[in-house]
């Protein structure tokens, strides 16, 4: 794959889960082959028509059997050890296959089915389940039973994506270089991934800190052994045990450079407590996260470590800052316990170059009270759907949210490339600020015109709806004329005045 990366677009998995977890296990790879070891070899790579085969042979010349799913004695990403306990089904690996305390909506899976994977599929689902896997109890080796959630259900996690699967690959492999601490002071001189391990792990769970970045890219959260069998000639993954693993005993916020991080406001205004990650929410998107995700940190935040790196490329002249590449992001959250899937998403913003570059506090502000102005759009959208419902003792439903929130990203796509424009060019950021209010406003009209026009409401109930409208409407005017206010003197680029 990585010698084809030039005339592919992307990996795409079953789910965002196994997207994400395979990039990650690709990008350890790379790291491994190709370093790089500064932006000049990072920029001999990006010049290329693709990437070079031989660092990747004389890599596969040693470690080409760390690969086999099925080597008697190393076995890829497994512990041969746990061959002494009895192989459960392979609906262990696969979150949306009914098994144990995972009931789901559309499978229905028995203990008794035998489900079989081919090798390729058991393969992806072992590179998910040792990101992505849920916690709770698990199979004992000896006693210990349970397991925390693996590490990446803990965080969004943020992928640049360049026109081709070598450029994404180009735009996340920051400069690494062990013996230098890089890409981070947490990355040792004894980092490697789990593949390279000198001996296969211990069967018993422990924990540790990781030992640098591709260790952490393939962290060997559970341990699992795959059993095949032959059927009518080809094979087949019938069985697997999955015990508990190893715990991550780092800081996030230290070590995970895929992420963003942001801190609360205190009751002064002034941040405080630890940084937390960035994750998907369930309505509300991603997008909503920008100024994390994009801009340099400061004391409120930090972007993810690819972002940085992109920054500096584009400061050597390696890619135009006219340039808007596509930031995905990819994310998992678990029910409160942590045992189950809620849900998993895949969202994209849009990540033009000058704004990763944009050293003036005022892009920060202009994105802030961007998204403030949704959250209040939206918060006064569901208080219309609470006092209407108030009214004859009701519980409020989602129906507004549902037709608010997941029109806004496109409007806000466009603020993001508009306010790039305007930062590139030193130019007034004004035309920005006012579009996206406009779309606000569209959008949050459209939901609560469709929403009083509800076929339901009758006599009474529809003249109350009109009396709940009407206030929402003064409302919204409120609330944009703010956002213009607050907006007002942060539209100029640092040093003029209107």
């Not at 890599?59 to 076995?75: I, K």
């Not at 996690?157 to 735009?171: P, R, S």
């Not at 998107?285 to 992109?310: C, I, K, N, Q």
């Amino acid at each position: 794959m990585l010698l084809r990366a030039h005339e592919l677009w992307r990996i795409a998995g079953e789910t965002p889960p196994m997207t994400a977890a395979l990039y990650r296990l690709v990008l350890a790879l790379a790291h491994r082959v190709y370093g790089p070891r500064d932006y000049d070899e990072w920029a001999e790579l990006w010049r290329a028509d693709k990437l070079p085969a031989e660092p990747l042979e004389r890599y596969l010349g040693r470690y080409r059997d760390c690969f086999d799913l099925f080597h008697p004695e190393r076995p890829f990403l497994q512990c041969p050890a746990l061959a002494e306990l009895t192989p459960g089904s392979v609906t262990k690996l696969v979150p949306y296959r009914a098994t144990g305390n995972n009931v789901t909506l559309f499978d229905h899976t028995t203990a008794q089915d035998r489900v079989t994977l081919d090798p390729a599929a058991a393969a992806r689902w072992l590179v998910t389940v040792q990101a992505y896997d849920t916690g709770g109890l698990k199979t004992p080796y000896r006693k210990d039973k349970s397991s925390q959630p693996a590490p990446c259900n803990m965080f969004g996690c943020a992928l640049v994506e360049g026109a081709t699967l070598k450029e994404t690959l180009l735009l996340n492999l920051a400069v690494y270089d062990p013996d230098r601490e890089r890409p981070n002071r947490f990355t040792t001189p004894d980092d490697r991934p789990a593949w390279e391990a000198p001996e296969p792990p211990d069967p018993d769970s422990d924990a540790r800190q990781s030992l640098g970045w591709t260790d952490l890219l393939t962290w060997p959260s559970r341990r699992v052994l795959l059993s095949a069998r032959d059927e009518d000639g080809r094979m087949v993954v019938d069985g697997v045990v999955l015990t508990p693993g190893t715990r991550l005993e780092d800081d996030l916020a230290e070590v995970e450079l895929m992420a963003a991080f942001r801190r609360r406001a205190g009751r002064k205004g002034e941040p405080e407590g630890p940084f937390l990650p960035v994750l998907l929410e369930e309505r509300r998107g991603v997008w909503r996260h920008a100024a994390e995700l994009l801009l340099a940190g400061d004391r409120w935040r930090r972007r993810p470590h690819t972002l940085g790196h992109l920054a500096n490329v584009v400061k050597r002249g390696l890619i135009s800052e006219k340039t808007v590449y596509t930031l995905r992001v990819f994310g998992q959250r678990l029910d409160d316990k942590g045992g189950a899937v809620r849900y998993w998403r895949e969202e994209t913003v849009p990540a033009p170059v000058a704004l990763l570059r944009a050293e003036e506090p005022r892009v920060g502000y202009l994105i802030g009270h961007a998204v403030r102005l949704a959250d209040e759009v939206g918060e006064a959208l569901w208080d219309l759907e609470r006092r209407y419902r108030q009214e004859f003792k009701a519980a409020p439903s989602a129906d507004l949210e549902v037709a608010y929130w997941p029109r806004l990203p496109g409007p806000f796509g466009e603020f993001l490339c508009a306010l790039a424009d305007a930062v590139r060019e030193r130019c007034p950021g004004t035309d920005a600020t006012k579009e996206w209010a406009r779309a606000v406003e569209r959008v949050a009209r459209d939901a609560a015109d469709r929403w009083a026009e509800g076929s339901w409401r009758r006599g009474h109930w529809l003249s109350k709806a009109g009396e709940h409208l009407n206030f929402f409407y003064g409302r919204l005017a409120r609330l944009a004329k703010e956002f213009h206010g607050d907006v007002a003197g942060y539209t100029l680029p640092a040093g003029e005045v209107a």
